[in-house]
């Protein structure tokens, strides 16, 4: 197995053709984040974005974007944001972590959502995790009335909910593939006071995540398509989601809402709406993310397992690192897997978040003032 090294932005046409065909071959690398879009829209943002390309007998056979500090440390690419990570690979191939991180100048690799059929990275794993998803028929219908039968109170006061909105403000109507680029800021606004009133960190906040947002709406290829979803009542924007589409695949991604509408549940309406939607644009499974979160336990029709863990070699920088990032990864897996831990610490971000002197939201679409 001979290994190069490339930029993740300066891929070339014909290896970029030869990533695609490795997504094409096996269902579970259709995600949008397995992309080489992904990888050089990450790349120009955040420093350290590189892929490794995997060939045997001169033909490109596989493909490993991440990023890489100046001590070896490596992580998934776009790590903290991608929904999905993997070694991207035609059926067949394999390969030895530890040779592949030497090949690569990397002491460790770390991921928290590595795909299943990751077999040579299974000896690292820390632990698997639920990703909920929705699979759609290939009609691309029937997927509410699934949800009448499966869950008749959820579905039926989600449905009142939305009735409610069109007689207080107007037609309710969705847009599935919106392209005016006010609504996405008016999204990034919107999600940016979520995070500081349940005392989160903002990732909008940091200005390479809102560049980033801002390049992948623009990008409108095959295997990812930047897709903003808006749930409009009257000529009011009420919630809105931005995901990345390949054609079959939605990755759930950044969903917010106005908080002035909150008694309707807008982000579940939306939610409905878009992978009902989705399922007529020929999307056949939407991937929720990793996360126990009481909606998506209400949409999912079956979970995926996502991988975290830190691949290795033999090196001081490996055994230091493990050393730091493991404990802080079992505190928090612990708090998350426990309701009677999980329940406090989110009382105590809220009220932190409370606390704090909120920004203004801004001009644009966004249209209501959040007080709570």
Not at 240 to 262: C, E, I, K, M, N
Request: proline share 6%; net charge positive.
């Amino acid at each position: 197995m001979d290994v190069s090294m490339h930029a993740a932005d300066e891929l070339s046409p014909a290896l970029v053709r030869a990533w695609h065909r490795a997504m094409d071959e096996s269902p579970q690398y259709a995600n949008p984040f397995l992309a080489p879009e992904f990888a050089a829209a990450t790349a120009r943002h955040r420093r350290g974005g590189v892929v490794a390309v995997l060939r045997e007998q001169t033909e490109p056979v596989g493909f490993f974007p991440h990023q890489r500090s100046a001590l070896g440390v490596g992580r998934a690419i776009g790590y903290g944001l991608s929904d999905c990570q993997a070694v991207v690979h035609r059926p067949g191939v394999t390969w030895d972590p530890p040779e592949l991180l030497r090949a690569c100048g990397l002491s460790v690799f770390e991921f928290d959502h590595l795909v299943e059929d990751q077999k040579p990275f299974d000896r690292y794993l820390t632990g698997t995790f639920a990703s909920p998803v929705v699979d759609l028929p290939e009609e691309g219908n029937g997927y509410v009335e699934w949800l009448r039968r499966t869950s008749p109170r959820h579905t039926r006061t989600t449905l009142a909910k939305e009735r409610r909105l069109r007689g207080d403000a107007g037609e309710v109507r969705f847009v599935l593939d919106e392209r005016d680029r006010r609504g996405l800021h008016t999204l990034m606004q919107w999600k940016s006071a979520q995070y500081r009133r349940t005392g989160r960190m903002d990732r909008f906040a940091r200005p390479w995540i809102v560049d980033l947002v801002d390049d992948l709406f623009a990008v409108r290829e095959r295997h990812l398509t930047g897709m903003l979803s808006v749930l409009y009542a009257g000529d009011r924007p009420v919630a809105a989601h931005f995901g990345p589409r390949s054609q079959t695949v939605l990755a759930g991604w950044f969903t917010a809402y106005d908080p002035a509408f909150s008694r309707y549940s807008p982000g579940l309406i939306m939610h409905l709406r878009m992978i009902e939607a989705a399922g007529r644009h020929g999307v056949r499974l939407v991937d929720l993310g990793r996360g126990d979160m009481e909606y998506k336990n209400w949409l999912k029709t079956r979970e995926l397992r996502v991988g975290e863990g830190l691949a290795y070699r033999a090196s001081p920088v490996a055994a230091a690192h493990r050393l730091w990032r493991r404990p802080v990864r079992g505190l928090r897996n612990t708090v998350l897997a426990h309701p009677g831990l999980r329940r406090p610490a989110d009382r105590l971000l809220r009220t932190a978040g409370r606390l704090r002197t909120s920004a203004p939201l801004g001009a644009g679409w966004v249209t209501g003032t959040d007080t709570r």
